[in-house]
Each structure stands twice: as C-alpha cells, then as structure tokens.
C-alpha cells in the first residue's frame, strides 16, 4: 500500500500535461529544398476554399492572413482587389483550386513571384458536455508561378476544448484569438 501512495504523485505530475493540453497544433510542413525563397518578392493570396458551414469564414481567414503576411514585411501583399482582378481577366474555373496553366497566366498579369491558396477545414465551435470553445484549422500552399509547383505546404490547428475548459466549464478563447493563433503558427512555419 506504501508503493502506491509513494507512485500517485510522480504519476500524476506526469499525466497532468495530458489532461491540460488543449486540440492545437501544427503538422509538418513540406518545404522545397530546390527552391530559392528569396527570389519570392510579391505574392496574392488567392481566395481560400471553404469546407465549413460559415459562408463568409474563408474569406475573414483570408485577410487575417493576408493582412498578418503583409505586416511581417518579408513580402508585398497584392491588395484583395487587384488579386480578384487578376482573377477576373484570367478567367479562372474555380480560383480555390487553380491550374498550373492558370497560375502562369496570373503571373503576366499580376507580376507576382508566388501565390497562397489554402482550404479551410474548420471555424466555428465545438462542443462536448457543458463545454463549449472556438476551433480553426487551416492548410495554406505556397506556389510559384514560373513552373506552378508547390514549393511549401504548412496546416495548423488552434483552439478546441481542453480539459481546463471542461474542468472549469469555461467557453475557451474568442474566434479571432484563435484565427491569429493558426496564422501566426503558419506563418512561424513559412519563414523558419
């Protein structure tokens, strides 16, 4: 009976970071080792493909990313505008999901040395019991124009119930909290 009392605190000092961890977290991103970033000057972030029940929430990641991007002074941005204008003289079928063949035509258009495409996966909250909380999981590509090839990859997930939450019932972080957590944590990636 000692044994048991003397294990229960070094076993739960070691279970406690299971309990209190929340859903977040980033997958390995894939990086081409050919490719020279610092030939990437100007990118547009095209619109993101949404596969969630909120009509408008890509486009609010979009500009959060978009935005965040810009601010970090490594790249110019294309405004939202001339990106849609680009688009529009492309002519492309579905701007989420482009063609090589599309993708260098946006290149004569725009000048732009590399464009973003991403899909959202979720934004919203989840629920499990009494606890509620904000989820956002998105996967953004970066590709160059010349060829049209995927030079870098990264997703991340922010947010989700933890056990603080369901222990202390509280309704996690608010939705653009945790919308800059996953643009942070990509572009973290982006530019390690």
């Not at 990086?31 to 972030?45: G, I, L």
């Not at 258009?109 to 509620?132: F, N, P, Q, W």
């Amino acid at each position: 009976m000692k044994w048991i009392k003397k294990l229960a605190v070094p076993l739960f000092c070691c279970c406690l970071p299971l309990f209190l961890g929340g859903c977040a977290g980033s997958t390995p991103d894939y990086t081409n080792p050919q490719m020279d970033f610092s030939a990437v000057r100007t990118v547009a972030v095209l619109p993101f493909q949404n596969l969630t029940n909120d009509d408008q929430a890509a486009e609010r990641v979009r500009d959060a990313f978009a935005g965040r991007l810009l601010a970090t002074e490594a790249l110019y941005v294309l405004p939202p505008g001339e990106v849609n204008r680009g688009v529009t003289r492309v002519g492309f079928r579905s701007p989420q999901t482009p063609s090589v063949e599309e993708i260098t035509k946006l290149k004569s258009i725009l000048e732009v040395d590399a464009v973003i495409t991403g899909v959202l996966r979720e934004y919203g909250s989840v629920r499990s019991g009494s606890s509620e909380a904000n989820l956002v999981s998105l996967s953004v590509q970066l590709i160059e124009t010349q060829n049209g090839t995927t030079v870098w990859s990264g997703s991340s997930t922010q947010g989700g119930i933890s056990q603080m939450d369901r222990l202390l019932g509280s309704g996690g972080r608010p939705m653009n909290d945790v919308t800059m957590k996953v643009v942070n944590d990509l572009l973290d990636q982006l530019f390690e």
